[in-house]
């Protein structure tokens, strides 16, 4: 049975940094792209970053420059660094895992798996 775990959201000021990470079981992460979606309150599930099984990444407009998805192909992680945050980037963080090793887009329909989330918090 495949699971995915997210950690490492938490409260942050303005301008402040986090490191969210996506930890498996049942597989190993590195068949799979890996993509970070966020929800906020009254909002749809939104993309924001995917790294393909290759190692190659893709991020949305509104967090390029400020997020850095990776892999730890030995802790069999997905890390997602997110740095100069905003307020609108309180969310809950999700990662999800695609059908196959190729980033090809965000909608959520499309991922097989899905951790249960991690709370990151914007606010002064």
């Known amino acids: 049975q495949v699971q995915l775990v997210e950690s490492g959201g938490g409260l942050v000021q303005p301008g402040g940094s986090l490191r969210l990470s996506c930890t498996a079981s049942?597989?190993?992460?590195?068949?799979?792209?890996i993509s970070w979606f966020r929800q906020a309150p009254g909002k749809e599930r939104e993309g924001v970053s995917c790294i393909n099984s290759n190692g190659n990444t893709h991020y949305t407009t509104s967090v390029k420059g400020r997020f850095t998805v990776s892999r730890d192909r030995v802790k069999n992680t997905v890390s997602l660094q997110v740095s100069s945050l905003k307020p609108e980037d309180t969310a809950v963080y999700y990662c999800a895992a695609d059908r196959g090793p190729t980033c090809l887009g965000y909608d959520p329909r499309e991922y097989e798996y899905w951790g249960q989330g991690t709370q990151v918090t914007v606010s002064s």
């Open positions: 049942g597989t190993t992460l590195t068949y799979f792209a």
